[in-house]
């Protein structure tokens, strides 16, 4: 197996009070993975640690076998892009534009490059016709829009999610989500997404749910459609709640399959 981060025995206080405590998983290299639990489970904070913005206490954290330490922090930020939850404290340029040459000039790209990467990225994401936009003047969901640009122009290994499509709107959110598929087929990423949205756990490899700080389950989708998921606040997918109300034993995963099952099932 091809693992692109090794999380051993993490443990991590807030204010000498123990908050993570010999936590361990590993994800794999080119898969995409969410992370779920209630408020105050530990997800940002899970996030904080894998991107070195906290430093833990004790275990260990390989990025693409290269252990977290000082000297490595440099190579490891590079391979990480994180998307944060709120998106007014990713932005340091005075427009969209200049915030993304500011992340390119920082990893040292070339200015000569920098116009193909800005329309690559500003397409992809539907900011365009933003990028002269001073940030104080954008919605909330075109900031988020535009903070997922910047960091997709950085090329990165890794991207971490936090509720990064939270204020998109649904249309929006459906393409982001299908441009993020499509990229991590085309570029080889490795997608974690700390989400509150369960419908997307119905794309992902690997489902971690976390509660007050510790993991309570590491697996694939189908397990976790199995769990009780009310005892950590979570509900199931719509599509999934119908197809276990119905008692079906094998699960479909897309609207597509499920209607048709459905059509099936009442015998149309
Ligand atoms: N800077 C901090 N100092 C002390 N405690 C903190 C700090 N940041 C977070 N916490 C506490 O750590 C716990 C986990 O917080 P965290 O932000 O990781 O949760 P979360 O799962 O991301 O929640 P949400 O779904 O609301 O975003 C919470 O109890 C929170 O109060
Ligand atoms: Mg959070």
Known sequence: MNNIIEVKNLCFSYDDKEFIKDLSFMIEKNSYTCIVGSNGSGKTTLLKLISGLLEYKDGQIYIDDILFSNENMGLIRKKIGVI???????YVGTTLKDDIIFGLEN???EPSKMYDIIREVSDLCGVSDLLSKEPYAMSGGQKQK?????????????LILDEATSMLDPVSKREFKENILKLKKEKNL???????????TLKA?????????????????????????????LRLPKIIEIQK????????YNEEDF?????DYFGN
């Open 190 to 200: 490795t997608i974690i997404s700390i989400t509150h949205d369960l419908d997307e």
């Open 245 to 252: 109300f119905l008692h079906y034993s094998s699960l479909v």
């Open 84 to 90: 944060f939850q709120n998106p007014d404290n990713q």
């Open 259 to 263: 209607l048709k099952k459905l059509g």
């Open 146 to 158: 535009g903070a997922i640009a910047g960091v997709l122009a950085l090329n990165p290994e890794i």
């Open 205 to 233: 490899d690997k489902v971690i749910v976390l509660d007050k700080g510790k993991i309570v389950y590491d697996g694939d989708k189908e397990g976790f459609y199995n769990l009780d998921v009310k005892r950590y606040n």
């Open 107 to 109: 990893h040292g790209v």
